[in-house]
């Protein structure tokens, strides 16, 4: 497995004064929306709603250095990197395991403070902060700072603290997939914070099954239904709990379309006073997010990553990116820049918000352009079209020369695609196209074959 080391850098650990009730939060090297910076500042002013907020963010940290599948021999976890978007702070997660996704969006109406800067960076959330968090008191009152003012004197800045962090090639592919497959998302269940603590309480951590309506609450059930939501490994969903006794509201998002699968990712939002917090998991334990290659065909279409590119130019961090606005300033096509939305949501340069529908402007902080190189199948299939190794038959059909065999690739009317080889009738589709799908799609979009 691919892996590259992270260095987070920090002047100091961040830390929380519960006394004085104020919580610094110190960040790496990111981008800013003016230019890069080596430890950005983003936000400074008080939370509406201290425990609540503290809590979550706890939640965030706790999801980073959680495996559910297994023991993790790699030690902590990915910082939880934050996004300031000039009206919200918002900060996401991965699992160890790589099949949860947390995030908690701080909104305007929990901030009462300045916006200093838009960008996106690493944030400290060490395990005395996270410790500490825990025992914030409701009445009490909290000052964030995101990114504390640095000293200048080198001989006053005291010890810079880094943390290195392995980065294996599924955690960047997996930001990209979860985006890519929240984007197909719908808003399906929905009770209310009460009921939701209620029914998970007793749900148990090892339940598995499809999630239905049952008067005021809800109910597990074996088989689909319309209007259900799937879950998998159900001990993901506990870091909802301790949120939950302050939430107005728990919805439950899953895909749209036919529900005649085995499984389904989801995604759980709490609607919390002043926040929301976000869990997206992957359609079984086992099964992280960067192996469903939900966004490989938008970066094997023709014109795609030139598209990105010109779209790119145009995000500035906004909360809500807006396609129309998008095409009047880059000059094309709605469609075309729907498509290089998800071509940027497959690099990692964007998020998709399940409960605004909407694509968000976000730039990890690490090489966006590594997410496309580390993809197994993808660099497989510029291989077979280098090679050319594809034929194309006609419309419908193509014949891609393999290693051992030659396999055919069929094209339904509605562009859905099949192929005979063993990986694709495994998976019927349910993880993305196959090598040789994505090089009949490559070559055909390039006018070969």
Same mark, same amino acid.
């Given at each position: 497995?691919?892996?590259?080391?992270?260095?987070?850098?920090?002047?100091?650990?961040?830390?929380?004064?519960?006394?004085?009730?104020?919580?610094?939060?110190?960040?790496?090297?990111?981008?800013?929306?003016?230019?890069?910076?080596?430890?950005?500042?983003?936000?400074?002013?008080?939370?509406?709603?201290?425990?609540?907020?503290?809590?979550?963010?706890?939640?965030?940290?706790?999801?980073?250095?959680?495996?559910?599948?297994?023991?993790?021999?790699?030690?902590?976890?990915?910082?939880?990197?934050?996004?300031?978007?000039?009206?919200? #702070? +918002?900060?996401?997660?991965?699992? $160890?395991?790589?099949?949860?996704?947390?995030? @908690?969006? =701080?909104?305007? *109406? %929990? /901030?009462?403070?300045?916006?200093?800067?838009?960008?996106?960076?690493?944030?400290?959330?060490?395990?005395? #902060? +996270?410790?500490?968090?825990?025992? $914030?008191?409701?009445?009490?009152?909290?000052? @964030?700072? =995101?990114?504390? *003012? %640095? /000293?200048?004197?080198?001989?006053?800045?005291?010890?810079?603290?880094?943390?290195?962090?392995?980065?294996?090639? +599924?955690?960047?592919?997996?930001?990209?997939?979860?985006?890519?497959?929240?984007?197909?998302?719908?808003?399906?269940?929905?009770?209310?914070?009460?009921?939701?603590?209620?029914?998970?309480?007793?749900?148990?951590?090892?339940?598995?099954?499809?999630?239905?309506?049952?008067?005021?609450?809800?109910?597990?059930?074996?088989?689909?239904?319309?209007?259900?939501?799937?879950?998998?490994?159900?001990?993901?969903?506990?870091?909802?709990?301790?949120?939950?006794?302050?939430?107005?509201?728990?919805?439950?998002?899953?895909?749209?379309?036919?529900?005649?699968?085995?499984?389904?990712?989801?995604?759980?939002?709490?609607?919390?006073?002043?926040?929301?917090?976000?869990?997206?998991?992957?359609?079984?334990?086992?099964?992280?997010?960067?192996?469903?290659?939900?966004?490989?065909?938008?970066?094997?279409?023709?014109?795609?990553?030139?598209?990105?590119?010109?779209?790119?130019?145009?995000?500035?961090?906004?909360?809500?990116?807006?396609?129309?606005?998008?095409?009047?300033?880059?000059?094309?096509?709605?469609?075309?820049?729907?498509?290089?939305?998800?071509?940027?949501?497959?690099?990692?340069?964007?998020?998709?918000?399940?409960?605004?529908?909407?694509?968000?402007?976000?730039?990890?902080?690490?090489?966006?352009?590594?997410?496309?190189?580390?993809?197994?199948?993808?660099?497989?299939?510029?291989?077979?079209?280098?090679?050319?190794?594809?034929?194309?038959?006609?419309?419908?059909?193509?014949?891609?020369?393999?290693?051992?065999?030659?396999?055919?690739?069929?094209?339904?009317?509605?562009?859905?695609?099949?192929?005979?080889?063993?990986?694709?009738?495994?998976?019927?589709?349910?993880?993305?196209?196959?090598?040789?799908?994505?090089?009949?799609?490559?070559?055909?979009?390039?006018?070969?074959?």
């Amino acid at each position: 497995m691919s892996v590259q080391t992270h260095v987070n850098s920090y002047d100091r650990p961040s830390s929380l004064d519960v006394g004085a009730g104020r919580l610094l939060l110190e960040t790496s090297g990111g981008v800013a929306l003016r230019a890069r910076s080596r430890h950005p500042r983003f936000f400074d002013g008080m939370l509406v709603h201290p425990q609540v907020a503290g809590s979550a963010l706890r939640q965030v940290a706790q999801v980073a250095a959680a495996s559910y599948v297994r023991r993790d021999r790699n030690a902590g976890g990915l910082d939880p990197v934050v996004t300031s978007d000039g009206v919200r #702070l +918002r900060f996401e997660s991965f699992s $160890l395991c790589g099949g949860v996704l947390a995030r @908690l969006d =701080v909104l305007p *109406e %929990g /901030l009462d403070g300045d916006v200093l800067d838009r960008g996106t960076t690493n944030v400290d959330v060490n395990e005395p #902060l +996270r410790r500490m968090l825990s025992r $914030l008191s409701p009445a009490g009152m909290l000052h @964030l700072s =995101v990114g504390t *003012e %640095g /000293l200048v004197a080198t001989t006053e800045t005291g010890a810079v603290i880094e943390t290195k962090v392995p980065l294996p090639a +599924r955690w960047l592919r997996g930001f990209a997939e979860a985006a890519h497959i929240g984007a197909s998302f719908e808003p399906r269940l929905q009770v209310s914070g009460a009921e939701g603590l209620r029914f998970l309480t007793g749900l148990g951590r090892s339940a598995s099954g499809w999630l239905l309506p049952a008067g005021r609450g809800l109910r597990l059930s074996s088989r689909p239904a319309p209007g259900a939501v799937f879950v998998s490994g159900s001990q993901r969903l506990e870091s909802l709990l301790p949120l939950l006794p302050h939430a107005s509201t728990l919805r439950a998002y899953g895909p749209t379309g036919d529900q005649d699968v085995s499984s389904a990712a989801s995604a759980w939002e709490v609607v919390l006073p002043g926040a929301r917090y976000l869990l997206t998991l992957s359609p079984e334990p086992g099964r992280g997010f960067s192996g469903e290659g939900a966004g490989l065909a938008a970066l094997a279409a023709a014109r795609t990553t030139d598209d990105a590119e010109a779209v790119a130019a145009h995000l500035g961090f906004q909360p809500v990116l807006d396609p129309d606005l998008l095409a009047d300033a880059s000059g094309l096509s709605r469609e075309r820049v729907r498509t290089a939305l998800a071509c940027l949501g497959t690099t990692g340069r964007v998020g998709y918000d399940v409960t605004e529908a909407a694509w968000f402007h976000r730039e990890l902080p690490y090489d966006a352009a590594a997410v496309a190189r580390l993809n197994p199948r993808l660099r497989r299939a510029e291989a077979l079209v280098s090679d050319q190794a594809v034929r194309l038959v006609d419309e419908s059909s193509a014949r891609v020369r393999g290693s051992e065999t030659t396999h055919t690739v069929h094209t339904e009317p509605d562009g859905r695609t099949s192929c005979t080889c063993d990986w694709w009738v495994t998976h019927r589709g349910g993880r993305g196209p196959c090598s040789h799908e994505l090089a009949v799609q490559m070559t055909r979009a390039r006018g070969r074959g």
